[in-house]
């Protein structure tokens, strides 16, 4: 984790976040009620989207990002509490969160199976889990692009992992997918999931 990236991942984000990414984020993160759950909030990008959520505890590893999301969330519209933690073992007890939510984050978690028992643990049965996540490609030749350029994106990107397939590992979860919308070819995808214990 190095102070660079955080400074830069929001300048680099602009652009997206100025089309659909913007978009995506609005409809996916409005939805969030209850005691809500952030997994790697990052620099607090999703913070002004919240408007039916009851709290947001947000967690996030790296420290240089987690200030920057502290100070973004003082001008939220709903309190935001924010701690620098793993998503792979997460300071809350069992049933505590009614939405649980990740936004292009599942691709720099270390052990991301874990993370997903994680959330299980910490959500409520029937709990929201929504994710806004970037996914290895079902075309061939893009997939086996992401492949190759995967080592290089790891070393600029803070350790994300371009070619990761997250809804598979998801699926496999045992938690239930209810709905999927993708952008840019499958690139990116919006998952809304429900939480089965």
């Known amino acids: 984790?190095?102070?660079?990236?955080?400074?830069?991942?929001?300048?680099?984000?602009?652009?997206?976040?100025?089309?659909?990414?913007?978009?995506?984020?609005?409809?996916?993160?409005?939805?969030?009620k209850g005691n809500v759950l952030e997994i790697g909030s990052g620099t607090g990008i999703n913070f002004p989207y919240y408007q039916e959520a009851d709290q947001v505890?947000?967690?996030?590893p790296n420290p240089y990002m987690s200030k920057r999301a502290t100070r973004r969330g003082k001008n939220a519209s709903v309190r935001i509490i924010?701690?620098?933690?793993?998503a792979e073992s997460l300071p809350f007890a069992d049933n505590t969160f009614d939405t649980v939510i990740a936004t292009l984050v599942f691709c720099t978690i270390p052990d991301p199976f874990k993370a997903l028992q994680e959330i299980q643990r910490v959500g409520k049965e029937n709990a929201r889990i929504l994710f806004f996540e970037h996914v290895?490609?079902?075309?061939r030749l893009l997939g086996k692009t992401q492949d190759f350029l995967n080592p290089f994106w790891e070393m600029i990107c803070d350790g994300c992992q371009l070619n990761r397939d997250t809804?598979?590992?998801?699926?496999?979860?045992?938690?239930?997918?209810?709905?999927?919308?993708?952008?840019?070819?499958?690139?990116?995808?919006?998952?809304?999931?429900?939480?089965?214990?």
Do not use: W
Not at 2 to 30: G, I, W
Not at 171 to 181: A, D, F, L, M, R
């Open 1 to 32: 984790m190095n102070s660079l990236f955080p400074k830069l991942y929001d300048l680099a984000m602009r652009p997206l976040e100025a089309t659909r990414f913007k978009k995506v984020r609005t409809e996916l993160v409005r939805t969030a």
């Open 167 to 197: 809804l598979n590992m998801i699926t496999h979860s045992g938690i239930e997918v209810t709905k999927i919308e993708s952008l840019y070819a499958k690139l990116f995808l919006s998952i809304e999931c429900r939480n089965v214990k």
């Open 82 to 86: 924010v701690y620098e933690a793993s």
């Open 57 to 60: 505890v947000a967690v996030e």
């Open 136 to 139: 290895r490609m079902e075309q």
